[in-house]
Nanobody, 117 residues
Framework: QVQLVESGGGLVQAGDSLRLSCAASGRTDSWHAMGWFRQAPGKEREIVAS????????TYAASVKGRFTISRDNAKNTVYLQMSNLKPEDTAVYYCSGAVSSVWNYWGQGTQVTVSS
């Protein structure tokens, strides 16, 4: 059984930094990529960043490029999202996801990030 567990969310002020972690367990050897999504109140879920299993390809949403960094530790089966210079509009529930054949099949429970102005 595959499980994704996020951690690291919290309440911060604008300009602060946070690092989210997502630990994956179970059969992940067939995964294509891992990614971070977010969903703000009243808005659709959007992709923030993704990283291929071999870290050969990384993509970011335009709104976070230059401020967020996605990385992974294959030995720990963990993906990270380092968020810097946070803005109030980054406030959302952040979800970790795993993709098989380019389909986001697996999801974590989400972690709340709140940025005050």
């Amino acid at each position: 059984q595959v499980q994704l567990v996020e951690s690291g969310g919290g309440l911060v002020q604008a300009g602060d930094s946070l690092r989210l972690s997502c630990a994956a367990s179970g059969r992940t050897d067939s995964w294509h990529a891992m990614g971070w999504f977010r969903q703000a109140p009243g808005k659709e879920r959007e992709i923030v960043a993704s990283i291929r299993w071999n870290a050969a390809s990384i993509t970011y949403a335009a709104s976070v490029k230059g401020r967020f960094t996605i990385s992974r530790d294959n030995a720990k089966n963990t993906v990270y999202l380092q968020m810097s210079n946070l803005k109030p509009e980054d406030t959302a529930v952040y979800y970790c996801s795993g993709a098989v054949s380019s389909v986001w099949n697996y999801w974590g429970q989400g972690t709340q990030v709140t940025v005050s102005s």
